[in-house]
Nanobody
Framework: QAQLVESGGGLVQPGGSLRLSCAAS????????MGWYRQAPGKQRDLVAT???????NYADSVKGRFTISRDSAKNTVHLEMNSLKPEDTAVYYC???????????WGRGTLVTVSS
C-alpha cells in the first residue's frame, strides 16, 4: 500500500527558511502530480503548491515568490523550499500524490510548521 512520509517541519522565526520533503514508499500508483497542502487551526486544508510529472507548477498566491516546489520523479519525492516565512504560514503541511486515475490519491500524515518569534 502506498505511503507518503513528510519530514522537515519545525519551529522557525519570522523571515526564516525551512525545507520540507516527502517520499513515497510501498506499492505506489503511477504518479501524475505531487503537492503540498496546509491546514491551520480552525481552517480548511488549502493548496500550497503542486508539480506535475512534466514539471508544471502551481502555487497559492500567498506563497508565490517565497516557496519553491521541486520533484524527483524517479524517486517519487517532492520538496518544498520555504523562504521569508511569516506567522500566517503556521500550519500542518500535508504531502499529496495524485495518479492519472482520479481515484488514485494518497495523503501523508502531515508535518507541523510553526513560525513564531
Amino acid at each position: 500500500q502506498a505511503q507518503l512520509v513528510e519530514s522537515g517541519g519545525g519551529l522557525v522565526q519570522p523571515g526564516g527558511s525551512l525545507r520540507l520533503s516527502c517520499a513515497a514508499s510501498g506499492t505506489i500508483f503511477s504518479i501524475y502530480a505531487m503537492g503540498w497542502y496546509r491546514q491551520a487551526p480552525g481552517k480548511q486544508r488549502d493548496l500550497v503548491a503542486t508539480i506535475t510529472s512534466g514539471g508544471n507548477t502551481n502555487y497559492a498566491d500567498s506563497v508565490k515568490g517565497r516557496f519553491t516546489i521541486s520533484r524527483d520523479s524517479a524517486k517519487n519525492t517532492v520538496h518544498l523550499e520555504m523562504n521569508s516565512l511569516k506567522p500566517e504560514d503556521t500550519a500542518v503541511y500535508y504531502c499529496n500524490a495524485q495518479g492519472y486515475d482520479p481515484s488514485d490519491r494518497v495523503w501523508g500524515r502531515g508535518t507541523l510548521v510553526t513560525v513564531s518569534s
